[in-house]
């Protein structure tokens, strides 16, 4: 399967629109927001795990990232409340569950074999640093080689106008962002292709998932959006 396959092409979308659809497993349901395969897949998704439902063991064989949206996710290793992100790199493992129910956002498929850094981290205990921009403030989360990885939280009023060498996904966590006259609420995204120009703005403000850098392997790291 192929959604939204064509990495230099923008491409978005609108949460509230998309179905669920269900997994070979029970309980566990799927927003797609772009994929490039089938059940072993290039993708990004928004996976929802009902009360005491279980994911089968797998391993990574191209790494996974997630960030928890809401409830508790869980594996063997530990539980990962709402706002917790984690990195499992390439050839690790784990078998997920969820007792009270969750859902994440969660990318496949993604990382260099050669980035072999766990992260775990609970991003609401953790504090903001002032950006680049006016009325930005960035949370760094995993940075190697040119993909940076970060929370952007944007003031009533903000306004980001950026482009990237290696491309820019945006995830909305909270508020609303618009780009282009359209508006981007909670759990919208967005990805911009290497190169392309894109200015947001939030008249109320923004808590946001970016990563950048990470659509094209020969980007020269550096932007706006991320510094701090």
Request: hydrophobic share 35%; net charge negative.
């Amino acid at each position: 399967m192929d959604l939204h396959a064509d990495l230099s092409k923008f491409a978005f979308a609108h949460a509230d629109t998309l179905p669920w659809q269900a997994s070979p497993l029970p309980g566990v349901d799927r927003r797609m927001l772009d994929r490039i395969g089938d059940e072993v897949a290039r993708a990004t998704t928004i996976v929802r795990y009902a009360p005491k439902s279980y994911f089968s063991p797998h391993t990574h064989t191209g790494g996974e990232e997630f960030f928890v949206l809401e409830g508790t996710f869980s594996d063997e290793h530990g539980d990962y409340p709402q706002g917790s992100y984690v990195r499992n790199p390439v050839g690790s493992a784990h078998k997920p569950h969820s007792e009270e129910g969750c859902s994440i956002l969660v990318k496949l498929q993604q990382m260099d074999p050669a980035d072999q850094t766990f992260v775990r981290t609970q991003t609401q205990t953790q504090n903001w640093q002032a950006g680049a921009h006016p009325g930005v403030e960035v949370m760094p989360l995993h940075t190697y080689q040119t993909e940076e990885v970060a929370l952007v939280r944007l003031a009533s009023g903000a306004r980001v106008d950026n482009a990237h060498a290696g491309g820019v996904e945006i995830f909305v966590l909270s508020g609303e962002v618009s780009h282009a006259g359209d508006t981007y609420t909670t759990h919208d995204w967005l990805r911009f292709p290497p190169g392309e120009a894109h200015d947001l703005a939030s008249d109320e403000g923004a808590i946001l998932f970016v990563k950048q850098g990470h659509l094209e392997a020969n980007a020269a790291k550096g932007s706006t959006f991320l510094s701090v």
